[in-house]
């Protein structure tokens, strides 16, 4: 078993690495305009990638179950949709390769946090297992990566409106970011509702319940609810902007709550989760 | 009259307030201790120690939020404006689908290339030929023009968002009003008839109490488990015996949902055992008590239960371990170490195996015999299916609204050719590419 850790470890590491200096040549690249170290920098986010895939099927092997119940693997799986959904998403969508600026260093920290809580096999519980819980994880995980994306362009908004560094002339227009972040925003909301469909039908599955008003699906409703006041505020009351993108920032910390903050802290059925 | 309540009830603000509403109250069911999910020995220490919020609790009932009549009110005003909404967008995508004709584009010379309108010398052939290969498909052809639509399945999001919203609540409606919960803990060999008392009971507004329609029976039940330690499943063998004497054997297992006689059953993944004890006093009187735990699911860790009894003025501590030679976690011959206490104070100690014995404090001590326990859920339910659909509608919904935009081009014929405009109703610019793409080739240019 130690030299599975070891592999996995060392698999991880080597995508860290790779994540890191696409990081720094993406962030080159664009704040100096050079599209040639831009390009070099997904070649390397496309390596790491594959490695990181690599060693998530690696772990699923050694542990015998998916990536969705100790932190480590986590953390892990999490940036790995990440990356994968931002690098998905962005050939329809061009105009978001600048979130990257934003998403390839979340997707580092995300794997450095995972690597420092160390990697344990934990025992799946018995009500932890079927398609629909995998779905679940899935859905949260593109749920997440796109409303990184929104945060990144909402962020990106500000920056432009209230400084004037002249490398931020390079992003796209402030309105068509603001545009974007709404956009990306409904998709994280539809995969956020997806996500609590197939949820629901494995609490029926595992629990006789589809909602057991549990702490952690307590907090994942508010946070849909959150999302659901802000496109509502877009749609009907013409929000916009950066009232638009500060509402966008709350929501994100509400979803990082219920994501990563609540298992800590409350006992729940999904207590064997991040724990 | 009818018309002003309408305007209200589906105005965006009054709309906005409720889900604000409804998110505040789930919120504060976050702060508030809850009755149907909190020990109630936990809630009164709560309540205890918040004396200052109790009669704000007692008043708006905070404590069980979920079934209180002012939630209820409010879950009503929200589901009266969601009604009357989804007719709305209903009648919105059906008349945007099937019943517009072709307007008249207004006169323009724009030329710019992200401008709405544009003229184009073609065939109404052609025109139908270059559209159907951008993916737009007529939706009305008249003699003054045509009206093509690329994903016009997209008209119909809001509605289907709304709907599935509606179904959702609805179906937990009538679920909450009409379903029967009824959870027992049966030991091997045990059985529960109609009459027996549940461990616990709950059913809807509109049901009666439950009543399960014929005696169980738990003849055995077999928990597996991982290399590593922790439960892997539960397997149970149930028997029904109806009052005709008629038995159905039936077998249940973690994370699989057996159907009865209209009945769901849920193999619970707890199971513990109960240790009797024989305890003969100084003065020879003699009593057993049983010390009711949950199993542990490791080798090296233990499960722990605090006991007071009648019988004995005595608190017990108890811990005990899966196996006593801590190598087997399915052995059935589990250790059990009892710790005797007045006022706190540790009096004596002593562990057991099945048919041993020994001194605990002023008592004789014998571990008759350990059997195994491990439980069930009942349910009788409507609304289930409601409900799944709903979430599976709205999220079809959302799919729709936010990935299928409909782009609209509304064609009037004039001169051997075609006035266009072309109309994109959300997130105009994120398209603006492929209607310069669309219009050079109806137009003859060449993509760029």
């Known amino acids: 078993m130690n030299n599975d850790f070891t592999i996995l470890t060392g698999m991880h590491w080597s995508a860290v690495l790779l994540y890191v200096v696409a990081t720094v040549g993406n962030t080159m690249g664009i704040i100096f305009q050079k599209e040639q170290t831009e390009r070099l920098a997904y070649r390397l986010v496309i390596t790491g990638l594959i490695i990181h895939s690599s060693a998530l099927l690696f772990w699923w092997y050694v542990v015998g179950h998916g990536p969705y119940l100790a932190r480590y693997e986590i953390l892990s799986a999490m940036a790995w949709g990440t990356m994968l959904t931002f690098l998905l998403f962005s050939k329809p969508f061009p105009a978001i390769r600048p979130a990257s600026l934003l998403v390839f260093p979340a997707v580092v920290l995300m794997i450095g946090l995972g690597i420092f809580f160390n990697p344990a096999v934990k025992a799946l519980p018995p009500t932890f297992r079927g398609i629909w819980l995998v779905l679940h994880v899935i859905f949260y995980m593109i749920s997440l990566a796109t409303i990184i994306i929104a945060l990144a362009l909402s962020l990106g908004y500000i920056q432009r409106k209230r400084t004037s560094y002249s490398w931020l002339a390079r992003l796209p227009e402030p309105a068509a970011m603001d545009l974007l972040a709404y956009r990306f925003t409904g998709f994280g909301f539809v995969f956020w509702s997806i996500a609590m469909l197939t949820g629901a039908v494995w609490a029926y599955q595992s629990w006789g319940r589809f909602w057991g008003w549990d702490p952690i699906e307590t907090w994942s409703l508010i946070t849909w609810g959150g999302f659901a006041i802000y496109l509502h505020l877009r749609r009907f009351f013409g929000l916009k902007e950066e009232k638009a993108a500060a509402l966008l920032i709350i929501c994100f910390l509400l979803s990082m709550a219920s994501l990563f903050f609540v298992p800590l802290f409350d006992s729940s059925i999904h207590s064997e989760y991040f724990r | ?448």
């Open chain 2, 1 to 448: 009259m009818r018309f002003h309540l309408k305007h209200i009830l589906t105005s965006p603000k009054t709309v906005f307030a409720l889900l604000l509403l409804l998110l505040s109250s789930v919120a504060l069911s976050i702060f508030i201790p809850q009755e149907f999910s909190t020990p109630p020995a936990q809630l009164t220490l709560w309540q205890q120690a918040h004396p200052t919020w109790l009669p704000i609790i007692q008043r708006f009932d905070l404590a069980r939020l979920f079934t209180a009549p002012w939630f209820a009110a409010l879950l009503f005003i929200f589901l009266l404006s969601l009604t009357i909404t989804t007719y709305d967008q209903f009648r919105h995508a059906y008349k945007k689908m099937f019943s517009i004709s072709a307007p008249m584009p207004p006169p323009t010379n724009q030329l710019s290339p992200t401008a709405d309108h544009f003229e184009a010398q073609i065939s109404a052939a052609a025109l139908h030929s270059t559209l159907k290969r951008a993916g737009y498909w007529k939706l009305a052809d008249t003699d003054g023009g045509n009206r093509y639509v690329k994903h016009p399945w997209g008209y119909w999001g809001l509605t289907l968002l709304h709907l599935g919203i509606l179904i959702t609540i609805a179906g937990a409606l009538l679920l909450v009003a009409t379903q029967k919960e009824g959870v027992l803990r049966l030991t091997e060999g045990e059985t529960h008839t109609p009459n027996s008392p549940w461990l616990y009971e709950d059913h809807g507004l509109l049901a009666p109490s439950f009543r399960l329609p014929a005696a169980v029976r738990l003849e055995q039940f077999t928990p597996e488990f991982w290399n590593k330690g922790g439960v892997k499943s539960i397997t149970s063998n149930l028997i029904f015996i109806s009052p005709n004497g008629q038995a159905a054997p039936l077998t249940t297992t973690t994370g699989s949902i057996l159907q009865h006689q209209g009945l769901r059953i849920y193999q619970e993944k707890t199971f513990g055992n109960n240790f009797h004890l024989l305890l003969t006093d100084r003065t020879g009187i003699t009593g057993e008590l049983i010390l009711d735990m949950e199993s542990p699911t490791s080798l090296t860790k233990a499960s722990y239960g605090n006991f007071d009894f009648q019988e004995i003025p005595y608190h017990l501590k108890a811990k005990s371990y899966a196996d006593a030679a801590k190598t087997n976690l399915a052995s059935n011959n589990p250790l059990l170490v009892v710790r005797l206490f007045a006022n706190n104070q540790l009096i004596d100690e002593l562990s057991l195996t099945k048919g041993e014995h020994g001194d605990l404090g002023p008592y004789a001590v014998k571990l008759m015999g350990v059997t195994q326990w491990t439980g069930f859920i009942f349910w009788e339910k409507t609304g289930m299916p409601g409900i799944f659909w709903g979430i599976f509608i709205f999220s079809l919904g959302a799919l729709l609204y936010y990935f299928t935009i409909p782009r609209e081009l509304y064609c009037q014929k004039r001169d051997g050719g075609y006035r266009l405009r072309w109309k994109c109703p959300r997130f105009r610019d994120h398209y603006l590419e492929e209607y310069c793409s669309v219009r050079q080739r109806l137009q003859g240019l060449k993509n760029p």
